[in-house]
């Protein structure tokens, strides 16, 4: 995956600005988050047999412009509202140390999330070291978030300060990391470990 | 596994379904926003539908020592609290006006099958049965939290939710078979009856056993043979927990209630009880008959003038031995900061520095505002004086 470089990202914060159409977005493959590592005895029994996580058709495409990196994440499947659990998205990036994603990192490897839920209007920093193990992230310059309907589908534009210190997982100019997702259905009373994540990191080379 | 357990008995053949337990935990502990439906504490007329209604039903708990799945109650299961027209039929100079809730457009209350009861006269039948948390022993709750945000607590088995820890997923209230936890929409948390821990800690009892008129509510350690608790689940045997069959092992016991007996079709009273041993069986499991029989013989006893411990405590002539080792005044407890029997041998880590241990440092503070110098690593609970109390907690 590519965040391609652009002189100014500000034309892009809108979901549906023009420009989205040219950045390429790129399709992420998905599946729903295993049973067997549903931290819980009473989530694994609830949720036998029943679906959750089925595959939303992520596609993605992301920007920068030396200073400001911007994701926009289309995906179907809305919710009506006033039900009791929001439609979200999660952007996953390594802190340090290669943590594993299937495991939302481990002690001394965490992983900085990025979520949007339709109920709340702003964008959340998390980092976890482990599953059930996640704390409000470090507050970064920048951070915004935009999301559109047109009742089936989500446009989601999410920004954050390139940089990387401390907690804040590294995004630099002319280097590599690794992404990952994952989506809930709110309908579907998708929440926690009910999700569909994107199974294992993928490549994001950010243009120099 | 906890140290101790702290537990409560209710002697249901008491129980008037007055609601001054309700309201006692309504008024200290449920109000803030998003609280307005919560009733940690609830009496409901038994046979009914219970609060939230057909809880029964709504699964959770375990079964064979495996969770089971169950639904989330909704805020209209729980019952709203309804809005009556006090103002028009009072002062609104109609005389054909009569009281009603909500427009007459009501919902379900929280008891809304009040006083409803079963069998047919002259063998119609009810009683209340008050719910608070369990503070099981397995709860069920706290094992079905993926972010381990429940807790039990370690010296006395009361189980709490850290509300910065709780996401707001509600997988508990699915999980509890009691159906005693709440959600709280304005905040995104789960919220649910705390057992007054902070009284707890100063030696205070609950506030619903406190405030209980009838003097319904017994309190104190599971494991302690001076105090009522052990006396009555254990020594007599007389505090049943309820559907055992639940499988979180519920630390809240009822003395099930004795009734007149049964009328036949000629009029005449038989041997079966007017409420129906099985219904109480389906209740409080199948030691019913054996703690209805016990409560009976030692009611003789004591009508024929004999000694009887049971009935004794049962009556609770003394009613601070309500309370076993949470005999402490709720004001005094502020004021003199006494070590509660519960923690003595309790070591203050603040040790001298500790600003509430002296009692000049406590009429200081007293004198001064609320409050506003709230030195750090002490309690934020306050306990307000009347006055203050009643101008909002400001002196
Ligand atoms: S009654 Fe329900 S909420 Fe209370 S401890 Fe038991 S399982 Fe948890
Ligand atoms: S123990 Fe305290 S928190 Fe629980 S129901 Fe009684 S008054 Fe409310």
């Known amino acids: 995956m590519r965040t391609r470089r652009v002189n100014d990202v500000a034309s892009l914060l809108e979901p549906g600005a023009a420009g989205w159409d040219a950045a390429g977005f790129e399709p992420v493959a998905m599946m729903p988050a295993p049973l067997a590592m549903q931290p819980t005895e009473y989530i694994r029994v609830k949720w036998e047999g029943r679906e959750y996580g089925s595959d939303p058709g992520l596609k993605v495409a992301s920007v920068h412009d030396g200073k400001r990196w911007v994701l926009c994440a289309r995906w179907s499947g809305v919710s009506p509202s006033g039900i009791d659990f929001p439609d979200a998205i999660a952007v996953a990036l390594p802190v340090r140390n290669d943590p594993p994603l299937i495991l939302m990192g481990m002690d001394g490897a965490p992983i900085q999330y990025l979520r949007w839920q339709s109920n709340k209007p702003a964008l959340r920093s998390i980092v976890a070291t482990g599953i059930g193990h996640s704390e409000n992230g470090p507050k970064m310059a920048a951070m915004s978030v935009k999301a559109h309907t047109n009742g089936e589908q989500w446009d989601v534009v999410m920004s954050r300060s390139l940089g990387g210190e401390g907690e804040v997982a590294p995004l630099l100019a002319g280097q590599k990391t690794k992404i990952g997702f994952a989506v809930w259905r709110g309908a579907n009373e998708e929440r926690g470990g009910i999700k569909a994540f994107s199974i294992d990191w993928i490549e994001l080379a950010l243009d120099a | ?395």
């Open chain 2, 1 to 395: 596994m906890s140290k101790r357990q702290v537990a409560m008995v209710m002697d249901l053949n008491k129980c008037i379904g007055c609601q001054t337990c309700t309201v006692a935990c309504k008024t200290l502990w449920t109000r803030r926003e998003g609280m307005e439906h919560m009733l940690w504490n609830t009496v409901n007329t038994q046979p009914g539908t219970g609060t939230p209604h057909h809880f029964e039903q709504m699964g959770g708990g375990f079964k064979d020592g495996k969770a089971q799945p169950g639904i989330r109650p909704t805020v209209e299961d729980f019952g709203k609290a309804w809005e009556f027209n006090h103002e028009e039929v009072f002062n609104g100079g109609k005389n054909d006006i009569s009281l009603a809730a909500d427009g007459g457009k009501y919902g379900k209350g929280p008891n809304w099958d009040e006083d409803q009861g079963d069998g047919q006269f002259p063998n119609s039948h009810y009683f209340y049965m008050p719910r608070i948390c369990n503070h099981c022993t397995h709860p069920a709750c706290l094992e079905a939290c993926p972010r381990k945000a429940i807790s039990k607590r370690e010296e006395d088995g009361i189980v709490l939710i850290d509300e910065d820890r709780c996401k707001g997923y509600r997988f508990c209230q699915e999980a509890c078979p009691y159906k005693k936890i709440y959600y709280n929409e304005q905040e995104g948390v789960s919220q649910k009856c705390i057992f007054c821990f902070p009284r707890i800690d100063e030696g205070v009892t609950t506030a619903c056993s406190r405030q209980c008129p009838g003097r319904v509510r017994f309190v104190g350690y599971l494991d302690d043979p001076e105090g009522p608790i052990w006396k009555l689940v254990h020594k007599w045997k007389v505090a049943l927990p309820l559907h055992s069959e639940y499988g979180t092992e519920p630390n809240v016991f009822y003395v099930p209630p004795l009734s007149p007996p049964k009328i036949d079709d000629e009029g005449n009273p038989t041997e079966e009880p007017r409420i129906p041993t099985e219904y109480l069986e389906y209740l409080f499991g199948d030691r019913v008959k054996e703690a209805l029989e016990t409560v009976r013989i030692e009611r003789e006893k004591s009508k024929r003038g004999e000694e009887s411990e049971l009935m004794d405590l049962l009556i609770a002539r003394k009613w601070l031995d309500m309370f076993g080792p949470f005999q402490n005044h709720p004001r005094d407890a502020a004021r003199m900061r006494p070590i509660p029997a519960n923690r003595q041998g309790f070591k203050n880590p603040l040790g001298g520095n500790d600003p509430f241990s002296s009692d000049e440092d406590m009429a200081a503070l007293n004198g001064g505002a609320m409050g506003d110098s709230k030195p750090a690593g002490v309690s934020p609970i306050k306990f307000f004086t009347k006055d203050q109390y009643k101008n909002g907690g400001r002196s």
